[in-house]
């Protein structure tokens, strides 16, 4: 059972917006600021979208955003595209005993 | 530009053992610490742990420490995981990923997928 947890899938038709949760608790998502998203599409490596729960890395769309309430955050992606369809992770650091917790991951469809 | 490549696919039979490279370029090599992570089949991603290539220290998941070892090669800018006695579920996909400060991944090898089969 993973650490964070997430929808297994969410969909959206093209040009609509979605947005993922990822809930995690005092311990990790609670405290820190250092919830990143990742994208992964069969065969390919996985791809930072956001990291420190809201920042963009060089080159990922503004599409893409981050925010945190509490033990939750969310990953929105606004404007939804064909090339969207991944599965998308959420990411947490967990503390000196646990440093590094990952979602469950969620199936982003485009309907 | 930033480049992580990994070496090649690996066919192991249950309780052999793999290890798996990394070869960086394009940055400081000794300047991030790199971490290992797996993707098995209809699973979701998972962190098997670190190294500090500065200072050698490493992390583990609690569990997989008693099976992995993670090591650099400075001379040629190369990490390295080792997996000891694999079982069938350790087939995966193994990626290495530039790990910053702030524990967060931004940058990613192409993969290793290691199958563990009799």
């Known amino acids: 059972q993973s650490a964070l947890t997430q929808p297994a899938s969410v969909s959206g038709s093209p040009g609509q917006s979605i947005t993922i949760s990822c809930t995690g608790t005092?311990?990790?998502?609670?405290?820190?600021?250092?919830v990143s998203w990742y994208q992964h599409k069969p065969g390919k490596a996985p791809k930072l979208m956001i990291y420190?729960?809201?920042k963009w890395p060089s080159g990922v769309s503004n599409r893409f955003s981050g925010s945190k309430s509490g033990n939750t955050a969310s990953l929105t992606i606004s404007g939804l595209q064909a090339e969207d369809e991944a599965d998308y992770y959420c990411?947490?650091?967990?503390?000196?005993?646990?440093?590094?917790?990952f979602g469950g991951g969620t199936k982003v469809t485009v309907l | 530009q930033v480049q992580l490549v990994q070496s090649g696919a690996e066919v192991k039979k249950p309780g052999a053992s793999v290890k798996v490279s990394c070869k960086s370029s394009?940055?400081?090599?000794?300047?991030?610490?790199v971490s290992w992570v797996r993707r098995a089949p209809g699973q979701g991603l998972e962190w098997l742990g670190w190294?500090?290539?500065?200072?050698?220290?490493?992390r583990y998941a609690q569990n997989l420490q008693d099976r992995v070892t993670m090591t650099t090669d400075t001379s040629t800018n190369t990490a390295y995981m080792e997996l000891r006695s694999l079982r069938s579920d350790d087939t995966a996909v193994y990626f290495c990923?530039?790990?910053?400060?702030?524990?967060?991944?931004?940058?990613w090898g192409q993969g290793t997928l290691v199958t563990v089969s009799s």
């Open positions: 005092s311990s990790d998502i609670g405290t820190y600021n250092l």
């Open positions: 990923a530039r790990t910053t400060i702030f524990t967060y991944f931004d940058y």
């Open positions: 394009g940055y400081s090599f000794s300047s991030y610490s």
């Open positions: 990411c947490s650091y967990g503390g000196s005993e646990t440093p590094v917790v």
């Open positions: 420190e729960v809201s």
């Open positions: 190294i500090n290539v500065y200072n050698g220290v490493t």
